[in-house]
Protein backbone atom coordinates (compact mmCIF):
# COMPACT_ATOMS: atom_id res chain seq x y z
CA UNK A 1 0.00 0.00 0.00
CA UNK A 2 1.19 3.56 -0.77
CA UNK A 3 -0.29 6.85 0.85
CA UNK A 4 -0.83 10.06 -1.40
CA UNK A 5 -1.41 13.37 -0.32
CA UNK A 6 -4.39 14.44 -2.44
CA UNK A 7 -6.14 17.56 -3.18
CA UNK A 8 -9.54 18.54 -4.61
CA UNK A 9 -10.06 21.89 -7.41
CA UNK A 10 -11.59 23.21 -3.91
CA UNK A 11 -8.38 23.13 -2.16
CA UNK A 12 -9.49 20.13 0.18
CA UNK A 13 -6.71 17.91 1.34
CA UNK A 14 -6.98 14.41 2.29
CA UNK A 15 -4.94 11.15 2.06
CA UNK A 16 -5.37 7.74 -0.31
CA UNK A 17 -3.92 4.21 -0.13
CA UNK A 18 -3.50 2.71 -3.06
CA UNK A 19 -2.22 -1.18 -3.82
CA UNK A 20 0.16 0.53 -6.79
CA UNK A 21 1.21 3.23 -8.41
CA UNK A 22 -0.74 1.94 -11.16
CA UNK A 23 -3.79 1.90 -9.13
CA UNK A 24 -3.99 5.40 -8.39
CA UNK A 25 -3.64 5.85 -12.39
CA UNK A 26 -6.70 4.10 -13.00
CA UNK A 27 -8.78 5.09 -10.35
CA UNK A 28 -7.77 8.92 -11.09
CA UNK A 29 -8.30 8.22 -14.99
CA UNK A 30 -12.09 6.41 -14.16
CA UNK A 31 -12.99 9.40 -12.18
CA UNK A 32 -13.39 7.02 -9.47
CA UNK A 33 -11.49 9.33 -6.71
CA UNK A 34 -14.08 12.16 -5.03
CA UNK A 35 -12.83 14.34 -2.42
CA UNK A 36 -14.20 13.35 0.61
CA UNK A 37 -15.34 16.73 2.06
CA UNK A 38 -17.01 18.63 -1.26
CA UNK A 39 -17.44 15.08 -3.42
CA UNK A 40 -15.78 16.76 -6.29
CA UNK A 41 -14.00 14.48 -8.84
CA UNK A 42 -10.86 16.79 -9.68
CA UNK A 43 -8.75 14.88 -7.59
CA UNK A 44 -4.96 15.20 -7.91
CA UNK A 45 -2.06 14.22 -6.27
CA UNK A 46 -1.08 17.02 -3.87
CA UNK A 47 2.95 18.31 -4.85
CA UNK A 48 3.34 19.82 -1.53
CA UNK A 49 5.13 17.49 0.65
CA UNK A 50 8.12 16.51 -1.30
CA UNK A 51 8.39 19.55 -2.23
CA UNK A 52 8.94 20.76 1.60
CA UNK A 53 10.89 17.74 1.51
CA UNK A 54 13.54 18.47 -0.83
CA UNK A 55 13.84 21.96 0.63
CA UNK A 56 14.74 20.73 3.78
CA UNK A 57 16.99 18.48 2.43
CA UNK A 58 19.29 21.38 0.29
CA UNK A 59 19.16 23.55 3.76
CA UNK A 60 20.80 20.35 5.54
CA UNK A 61 23.21 19.86 2.77
CA UNK A 62 23.97 23.98 2.64
CA UNK A 63 24.84 23.56 6.40
CA UNK A 64 26.66 20.63 6.42
CA UNK A 65 28.99 22.27 3.50
CA UNK A 66 29.40 25.15 5.38
CA UNK A 67 30.58 23.16 8.42
CA UNK A 68 33.04 21.36 6.73
CA UNK A 69 34.51 24.75 5.29
CA UNK A 70 34.63 26.29 8.78
CA UNK A 71 36.40 22.67 9.78
CA UNK A 72 38.73 23.13 6.66
CA UNK A 73 39.65 26.86 7.71
CA UNK A 74 40.32 26.42 11.36
CA UNK A 75 42.57 23.16 9.96
CA UNK A 76 44.32 25.54 8.21
CA UNK A 77 44.75 28.79 11.15
CA UNK A 78 46.12 25.72 13.40
CA UNK A 79 48.44 24.75 11.11
CA UNK A 80 49.51 27.86 10.42
CA UNK A 81 49.97 28.80 13.94
CA UNK A 82 52.15 25.73 14.41
CA UNK A 83 54.16 25.05 11.30
CA UNK A 84 57.09 26.70 13.00
CA UNK A 85 56.41 26.15 16.77
CA UNK A 86 57.55 23.02 18.29
CA UNK A 87 54.86 20.56 20.12
CA UNK A 88 55.88 20.67 24.07
CA UNK A 89 52.85 19.13 24.50
CA UNK A 90 51.75 19.08 28.68
CA UNK A 91 55.30 20.94 29.29
CA UNK A 92 53.42 23.78 27.61
CA UNK A 93 53.37 25.88 30.72
CA UNK A 94 56.33 24.86 32.21
CA UNK A 95 58.35 25.56 28.70
CA UNK A 96 56.65 29.34 28.52
CA UNK A 97 58.06 29.99 31.78
CA UNK A 98 61.49 28.75 31.47
CA UNK A 99 61.69 30.63 28.35
CA UNK A 100 60.44 33.91 29.77
CA UNK A 101 62.34 33.68 32.77
CA UNK A 102 65.30 33.20 30.31
CA UNK A 103 66.04 29.97 31.75
CA UNK A 104 65.38 28.68 28.00
CA UNK A 105 65.83 29.86 24.62
CA UNK A 106 63.14 31.70 23.03
CA UNK A 107 61.38 29.40 20.53
CA UNK A 108 57.91 28.94 19.55
CA UNK A 109 56.25 26.46 21.04
CA UNK A 110 52.69 25.20 21.30
CA UNK A 111 51.56 22.75 23.59
CA UNK A 112 48.54 21.32 25.88
CA UNK A 113 48.11 24.45 29.05
CA UNK A 114 44.85 23.61 31.40
CA UNK A 115 42.68 26.70 32.17
CA UNK A 116 44.44 27.40 35.35
CA UNK A 117 48.24 27.29 33.98
CA UNK A 118 46.61 29.34 30.90
CA UNK A 119 45.43 31.88 33.68
CA UNK A 120 48.96 32.16 35.60
CA UNK A 121 50.96 32.82 32.31
CA UNK A 122 48.97 35.52 31.27
CA UNK A 123 48.86 36.83 35.15
CA UNK A 124 52.76 36.77 34.52
CA UNK A 125 52.86 38.71 31.82
CA UNK A 126 53.88 35.35 29.73
CA UNK A 127 52.52 35.30 26.07
CA UNK A 128 49.79 32.91 25.20
CA UNK A 129 47.51 32.45 22.23
CA UNK A 130 44.73 29.56 22.41
CA UNK A 131 44.38 27.67 19.22
CA UNK A 132 41.12 27.69 17.71
CA UNK A 133 39.91 24.34 18.41
CA UNK A 134 38.87 22.40 15.46
CA UNK A 135 35.18 21.27 16.14
CA UNK A 136 34.74 17.05 15.64
CA UNK A 137 38.04 16.24 16.43
CA UNK A 138 38.77 15.69 20.38
CA UNK A 139 41.58 18.58 20.59
ZN1 LIG B 1 -13.04 19.05 -1.94
Redesign the pocket.
Known sequence: MIRYSLT?D?G?GFDGWFRSSGDYDGQAGNGLLT?P??G?REVSKALMSPAVATQAEAEQELLGDREARMREMLVKVREELTKDAEDVGPRFAEVARKMHDGEMEKASVYGVATGEETRELIEDGIEVHPLPPVPGKGN
Open positions: CGHCVCS
